[in-house]
């Protein structure tokens, strides 16, 4: 039993570093970093060059890597991306975190490549020694995990309550604008913090490495189980963020105990102890009323932030709802799919087939538009709706013989509900935490449900056949580019509609909403079905595309880069998840084959730094473009807009200036610079 | 008024010409200019909304000016940030309470001691001395003071520091009338250091009772700059209507 435990203790311990680490970033920055994975195997792969392919010792590859590497990754990611973020929005924040978690490994592994060998030596010097502790062994590994923990806690712990920096970094947490009024610079307080989560994620990392693999995907895993015990700290207490880790290290330990590993069980149970962990933490913080959207820093903070960063609320105010039928964004909107239609007879069978999926994604991507861009939440399991339709409707054919069409459709309608039931479950969240529960439940979904026999089936998953109709790439195609218009179309309506405003009361102030009689719960049900049925329509398609459901195609990790890749083009505009479902999957072909097989990354990496660019352009490619182009046509025609103003969002504190006329009060006539103004008291009056 | 290449008059601490804000596309601040001489005092009166606090924010760097120039102690110190305002002697006293509430009133007090090299121990028992009750709570969350508790941490932050010059920004705001001598006695005891103020206040008379000049602040704009004895009732009723000039 005991050695269960300690070696539960091992891995609880990675979770908790990480999981400190999340809360001290999120709570002195404000930023819920994402990309803790991606700095985490960044910093680990670095050590494994110097330990490893340099051939350096333990002791200099460490303090290089974590005290070098790592804080230099850390200040120069703070310097270019975290210190924009502050004040933006949830959306804008996790999007561009998950930019630099899409862009980051892939950078690393074009500089180093990629390990031969996912199985990294750690801190410890190999041969690993072995020691008994209370008849129980455990190894160098651990050993030095235990370590790293208890010097992680001490030093942060000391750090924070009794020194100079540690009083800055919570005053910090406090209000930003206060420490900059106190005489103490916030930029140079978080860049320290920024330079510690480096290495702390470094840390855990390396400590990762030689059990779970030097590979994205597990320090991915290790992200994704730390979530839980951050939900469970209420996203800011890191005692208790460290001890909810140890916890659920111990359980997924000693549980083994008990429960054969290898069984269809325990199988199923292991990899679920993070998400029942989350759940019931969230349940209790529901329940109590205490998962709302927490606030970054205080009154003062608030007060000199000006609104905006947001893509959902640019676009609904440069967007709008504009009727007009020869709009610029209608115009925009007809040239491009019209481009797209014409695209199939100008490309050969292999690309016009890449096409063909690209739309797919395409009409998966319109249910973020509709949930995230539309409903304003910001939900990371629409990739796992999409698989869910994929499975399903393979299902429906593989077992009763539909048609596979009539299969997508109705599996679709099958799926529905999980996505309502999810929405009514979230529905008290605050948005960080939708966007974490959705992101796991994704993940428990996708080892539940899609990577089990028989729908993984080894990768391949089931056989999905197009409708006899459309078998040729260049007729999918078009199958799919109609149902993507059909679709949009509904959402411009659904946008249009009363239920539309009500959408669009409900993002910008569900409290503002409710006063108007709006029934929150309603409208966000209703985005919510319209959204999970568009996704798991999306996800047949991309089954049909592909000829079979390919469930690792489905995996949430790539949901997130999906989503980067939309809210880079723009979340509310249809047109944009076209542009984006095509070039998702057609760049990197075209990198492929016309540039070097080493540069198929490339893309993945524009995408991700497009993610990153919403920290300074929140409103997405598309819209950016057509603006500029909008303005470049006004100076050429020498028109202006109906004001000449810029558009002043909704709400923006003092929105109208001074207006004056001949009819004001002479009283309010400005006093002249520099001198008193020649008025008598009560001259006027 | 004279002005010399650094933008101040003859014996000028605080010089603003023409100053612009704005709130992303919304302006707020409309070419205000003020004048504050070393040991003076400037009341800054205007109704909800009319850029009062806006004006203290620009100042202290706090928000950018979109226009304008300010010059603090003879230097030139529109770009500057906040911090380094802060460190050249110019202290703003935030609206609401200016008090970092997770922290302690001891760590609170440490925080304005920051930019100081020496003397810290005795600048935190001038600040106990000043407000004895700081003293008995110096544990605890400044979070968990009352109101008027607050406010007096917020004086203590300004007053243990010897700054050149103090933007006070609705001190008495919400606070019971003898928390509100409070607040002008040590608002007085700032003056009688030798230190400029610039007081922005909901109490128009008690405020031109301290103040030497005032301004009147309008949608954004200076509607009234003068002497603040010529500022009379009638006026202020004008302006401000009559509640906010009681």
């Not at chain 1, 973020?85 to 592994?109: D, E, F, I, N, Y």
């Not at chain 1, 861009?373 to 939900?379: C, I, Q, R, S």
């Not at chain 1, 084959?593 to 300074?616: E, M, N, Q």
Request: hydrophobic content about 50%; glycine content about 12%.
């Amino acid at each position: 039993m005991l050695s269960y435990v300690l070696a539960g203790l091992g891995l609880g311990s990675i979770y908790a570093i990480a999981a400190g680490s999340l809360v001290i970033t999120y709570v002195a920055s404000g930023i819920f970093n994402l990309a803790f994975a991606a700095m985490a195997y960044s910093v680990a792969r670095f050590y494994y060059w110097l330990l490893v392919e340099e051939g350096w010792g333990i002791v200099p590859s460490a303090l290089v890597s974590l005290f070098v590497f790592a804080p230099a990754l850390g200040m120069f990611l703070y310097a270019v991306l975290f210190r924009h973020l502050r004040l933006r929005s949830t959306l804008v924040k996790l999007m561009a975190t998950v930019g630099l978690s899409v862009a980051l490994p892939p950078l690393v592994q074009l500089v180093l490549e990629q390990p031969t060998n996912t199985q990294a030596p750690g801190l410890a010097p190999r041969p690993l020694d072995v020691f008994k502790v209370f008849g129980s062994t455990i190894n160098a590994d651990q050993l030095a995990t235990y370590i790293g923990l208890v010097v992680v806690l001490v030093v942060g712990v000391g750090l924070l309550r009794f020194t100079n920096v540690g009083l800055k970094v919570r005053a910090l947490v406090d209000s930003e604008a206060l420490t900059s009024l106190s005489g103490t610079s916030p930029g140079r307080v978080s860049l320290g913090v920024w330079a510690a989560s480096a290495t702390l994620a470094g840390l855990a990392g390396i400590l990762l490495a030689p059990t779970q693999g030097l590979s994205v995907q597990s320090m991915t895993f290790l992200m994704s189980a730390a979530f839980a015990a951050v939900v469970a700290a209420k996203l800011r207490s890191l005692p208790l963020a460290v001890a909810v880790a140890l916890v659920m290290g111990v359980t997924t330990n000693v549980l083994e105990k008990f429960i054969d590993p290898s069984s269809e069980f325990g199988a199923v149970i292991k990899p679920a102890i993070p998400f029942i962990f989350m759940l019931l933490f969230l349940l209790f913080y529901a329940l109590r009323g205490q998962a709302g959207d927490l606030v970054a820093g205080g009154a003062l903070d608030r007060a000199i932030a000006t609104q905006g960063g947001d893509p959902s609320v640019v676009s609904a105010v440069t967007g709008g709802s504009n009727r007009r039928i020869l709009n610029p964004s209608v115009l925009a909107g007809v040239v491009i799919v019209g481009i797209v239609f014409l695209m199939p007879g100008m490309l050969d069978k292999f690309w016009s087939g890449l096409l063909a999926t690209g739309i797919a994604i395409a009409i998966a991507l319109l249910s973020y538009t509709l949930v995230t861009g539309e409903g304003g939440m910001v939900w990371l399991s629409q990739i796992t709706f999409a698989g869910g339709g994929a499975v399903l409707s393979a299902e429906l054919v593989r077992n009763w013989g539909w048609e596979p069409l009539v299969a997508v459709l109705v599996a679709a309608v099958f799926i529905v509900p999980v996505g309502v039931i999810l929405g009514l479950l979230t529905i008290r969240l605050g948005n960080l935490y939708v966007a974490l529960v959705t992101l796991t439940f994704g993940s428990l979904i996708t080892t539940l449900v899609f990577r089990r026999d028989p729908y993984y089936n080894f990768g391949s998953g089931q056989p999905m056949p197009r409708p006899e109709y459309s078998t040729t790439n260049d007729d999918f195609a078009y199958l799919a580019l109609a149902v993507f218009v059909i679709l949009a179309i509904l959402i411009v309506n659904v946008r249009r509609s009363t239920a539309g405003l009500a959408m669009s009361a409900v993002r910008f102030s569900e409290n503002g909403a409710k006063t108007l009689g709006i029934s929150v719960v309603q409208t966000k049900v209703l985005v919510s079905g319209l959204a999970t049925f568009t996704a798991a329509v999306g996800g047949g398609f991309i089954a049909m595309s592909n000829g079979s459901t390919l469930p690792d195609s489905f995996d949430p990790a790539g949901g997130l880069v999906w989503l980067a890749v939309l809210v880079t083009m723009g979340a509310r505009s249809n047109i944009a998840a076209l542009i984006a479902g095509v070039m998702f999957i057609m760049m990197p072909q075209v990198f492929q084959t016309y540039v070097d097989h080493d540069y198929a990354d490339i893309p993945i990496i524009l995408f991700g730094l497009g993610a990153l660019g919403l920290a300074l352009h929140p409103e997405g490619v598309v819209a950016q473009t057509g603006n500029n182009i909008m303005s470049l046509v006004r100076k050429i025609t020498g028109r202006r807009g109906s004001d000449g103003e810029t558009p002043v969002p909704p709400g923006t504190p003092g929105a109208s200036g001074p207006v004056r006329s001949e009819t004001d009060d002479p009283l309010l006539t400005p006093a002249t610079r520099g001198e008193a103004a020649t008025i008598t008291a009560g001259g006027q009056a | 008024m004279t002005t010399n290449e650094s933008g101040t008059g003859s014996g000028s601490l605080l010089r603003v010409e023409n100053l612009a804000v704005r709130y992303g596309a919304a302006q707020s601040l409309f070419d205000v200019s003020i004048d504050v001489p070393v040991n003076s005092a400037l009341a800054v009166l205007g109704s909800n909304g009319a850029g009062k606090s806006t004006l203290a924010r620009a100042l202290s760097g706090l928000v950018p000016s979109c226009g304008g120039k300010i010059w603090f102690d003879g230097k030139d110190v529109t770009k500057w940030s906040p911090t380094k305002i802060r460190r050249a002697g110019l202290v703003h006293l935030p609206e609401g309470r200016g008090v970092f509430p997770g922290l302690t009133v001891l760590e609170n007090l440490r925080m304005a001691l920051t930019t100081q090299r020496s003397g810290k121990e005795e600048s935190l028992e001038h600040a106990f001395e000043l407000f004895p009750v700081l003293g008995q709570r110096r544990k605890q969350l400044a979070g968990t003071l009352s109101g008027g508790e607050q406010q007096m941490l917020s004086l203590a932050r300004a007053l243990m520091v010897s700054p050149k010059l103090v933007i006070a920004d609705e001190m008495s705001l919400g606070l019971a009338p003898k928390l509100v001598d409070v607040v002008f006695d040590s608002l007085g005891k700032m003056r009688d250091a030798g230190i400029a103020v610039v007081m922005i206040e909901q109490f128009a008379s008690r405020a031109l009772g301290f103040a030497d000049q005032a301004i009147i602040l309008q949608r954004g704009s200076v509607t009234w700059a003068g002497r603040a004895d010529e500022a009379g009732e009638e006026l202020l009723h004008a302006y401000l209507g009559g509640a906010t000039a009681a």
